[in-house]
């Protein structure tokens, strides 16, 4: 396990080193972060996607095991939020982020790294499943919680502009209609999407802030059990319940712990969210996330085997 969590622990630890080095260059990170977020990453979405090979059955398992215990997530926060009577609005919404949206660029980086081919294909495709939901979850809750007011369209256009939403989609249409893609283009993109890895985890680690002492311990110690043990063990549940397979299961649990998404900050500065808070999260799951995710796939796999 320490293979797989050191290399990651590393490359995350050289984008903390390249944030605060005098010798990176200005606009260092924005470049690194358009380029894997715009290029990188739906190339490597788009050619894994078009290549998966999945039964419609797993598909279907796919979609109840990470939508079903993300749903119950969102109800569960909503019915504790009514409860937490002197917690501010703004961190509401950071709560509700915190605990549902998953860090894409941690989950494709470390899917690539910990998982063969066709089990990574399936995170990136539980990713596609997923992102639309948690946006749109995020959206109305910063809208709700953050005096905002944002229409269905604008709520529908922020997802439709999602270009890992939109890879992945393209993907899975070519694949269905069983379009064949020329060598010289799948092997181009499978290049490009190398890039992927190293610059999505430096990404994670230029993001992460050390300062925690804004936030109370008690919430980001909830929101982080929340996240990143209650979810993948009410994923795990669900998937036995359904007779999943061990891959399904694998991809679908992986999914449901990742820590929350680095760009919750950006959301929640912009729309009223308690960025702090949000902050402090994205840095603690990050954090913890470096040991709870190989872990609890190395006791999936031990107990369970592909």
Same mark, same amino acid.
């Given at each position: 396990m320490l293979n797989y969590t050191f290399p990651i622990l590393l490359i995350v630890l050289l984008g903390v080193w390249a944030r605060h080095s005098p010798r990176t260059p200005p606009g260092f990170f924005a470049a690194i972060e358009w380029f894997a977020f715009y290029i990188a990453f739906p190339a490597l979405l788009f050619?894994?996607?078009?290549?998966?090979?999945?039964?419609a059955g797993d598909l279907q398992l796919l979609v109840q095991a990470t939508l079903l215990p993300t749903l119950g997530m969102v109800a569960l926060l909503l019915l504790g939020l009514r409860l937490a009577t002197r917690l501010p609005d703004?961190?509401?919404?950071?709560?509700?982020?915190?605990?549902?949206?998953?860090?894409?660029y941690f989950g494709l980086a470390v899917a690539t790294l910990l998982f063969p081919p066709d089990i990574a294909a399936l995170v990136m495709l539980a990713l596609a499943i997923c992102l639309p939901l948690v946006n749109v979850v995020a959206v109305v809750a910063l809208a709700w919680w953050g005096g905002q007011s944002l229409?269905?369209?604008?709520?529908?256009?922020?997802? +439709?502009?999602?270009?890992i939403i939109l890879a992945t989609a393209a993907g899975a249409l070519v694949n269905v209609l069983d379009w064949p893609l020329p060598l010289f283009l799948l092997n181009t993109l499978h290049?490009?999407?190398?890039?992927? +890895?190293?610059?999505?985890?430096?990404?994670?680690g230029g993001g992460l802030v050390?300062?925690?002492?804004?936030s109370p311990p008690r919430l980001l110690a909830l929101t982080a059990t929340l996240k990143l043990l209650a979810l993948p063990l009410l994923t795990l549940l669900l998937c036995r319940w359904l007779d999943a397979s061990p891959a399904v299961t694998l991809a679908a649990c992986?999914?449901?712990?990742?820590?929350?998404?680095?760009?919750?900050?950006?959301?929640?500065?912009?729309?009223?969210?308690?960025?702090?808070?949000?902050?402090?999260?994205?840095? +603690?799951?990050?954090? +913890?996330?470096?040991?709870?995710?190989?872990?609890?796939?190395?006791?999936l796999q031990a107990v369970w085997p592909a």
């Open positions: 050619a894994s996607t078009a290549q998966l090979t999945f039964a703004p961190s509401r919404s950071s709560l509700i982020q915190g605990c549902v949206r998953p860090s894409t229409g269905a369209w604008q709520v529908l256009r922020k997802v +439709l502009e999602n270009p290049i490009v999407g190398d890039a992927a +890895l190293v610059l999505g985890l430096m990404s994670v050390f300062n925690l002492a804004q992986f999914y449901s712990g990742l820590p929350t998404a680095p760009n919750g900050y950006i959301m929640a500065r912009q729309m009223g969210g308690d960025a702090p808070l949000m902050a402090a999260q994205i840095t +603690l799951q990050t954090l +913890l996330a470096m040991l709870t995710v190989p872990l609890l796939q190395w006791v």
